[in-house]
């Protein structure tokens, strides 16, 4: 099952959205229950516990079942607290068993803003 290796950056404290692409072999994803999960990692590989968990309807967004388009939207709470380094993340699809699959994985690049905790 090849899965798309997707990477992007966001700067720290931002409210942003991210469109991802799943796994080209998944049919549909209706009906599905899906995990979106940001972990701390070294030399690529995940450490511990999620820095960020994103479930359906909570942050996690399927906007096309058929063609597996995802949107994750971050808000400046997910990320203010994090250090600016690069994140492993994760998206798994768990079927009417509860099988996992990881439909998506790569490296999210968090960086610095100059104040990121100051509003206008």
Not at 3 to 27: C, K, M, Y
């Amino acid at each position: 099952m090849p899965l798309i290796r997707q990477n992007f950056s966001l700067a720290q404290g931002d409210d942003v959205t991210i469109e991802l692409d799943i796994n080209p072999d998944i049919a549909s994803l209706v009906g599905a229950n899906l995990t979106f999960r940001v972990y701390d990692q070294e030399q690529a590989v995940p450490l511990g516990d999620p820095v960020i968990t994103k479930d359906l309807d909570s942050g996690l967004q399927i906007t096309d079942p058929d063609y597996g388009l995802l949107l994750i939207t971050f808000v400046p709470g997910d990320t203010i607290s994090l250090v600016p380094k690069n994140y492993v993340i994760e998206c798994t699809l768990y079927d009417q068993d509860d099988r996992r699959t990881t439909v998506t994985e790569g490296i999210m690049s968090l960086t610095r803003t100059k104040n990121p905790q100051a509003l206008p």
